[in-house]
């Protein structure tokens, strides 16, 4: 794996729990309450993103990194935004 492959997906990872963060901050603002099972449902689509990203690892050529990038940093970014909301 190409140092701007770990680049693309340390990115993405990374700015996942940030977004996440700033959506609830808007959400509270506004006075609407987290939605009763948020956690686990992002747990659930980090899951799926993670087999998927499997998938098009071993299944896609070099022309889906960009894809199979997204893919890993998203189900990454997922667990660092549940591991961040239970710490």
Same mark, same amino acid.
């Given at each position: ?12 990872? /990374?700015?996942?729990? &940030?977004? &996440? ?25 980090? /899951?799926? &993103? &993670? ?22 940093? /998203? ?13």
């Amino acid at each position: 794996m190409s140092a701007a492959r770990l680049l693309r997906i340390a990115a993405i990872a /990374i700015v996942l729990p &940030f977004a &996440f963060e700033l959506s609830r901050r808007v959400s509270a603002a506004s006075g609407n309450e987290p939605a009763p099972g948020l956690m686990w449902a992002l747990g659930a689509i980090s /899951i799926l &993103f &993670f087999l998927r990203a499997l998938a098009t690892e071993y299944g896609g050529g070099p022309e889906a990194n960009l894809q199979k990038d997204l893919q890993w940093g /998203i189900a990454i970014g997922g667990v660092l935004t549940i591991l961040s909301r239970l710490l």
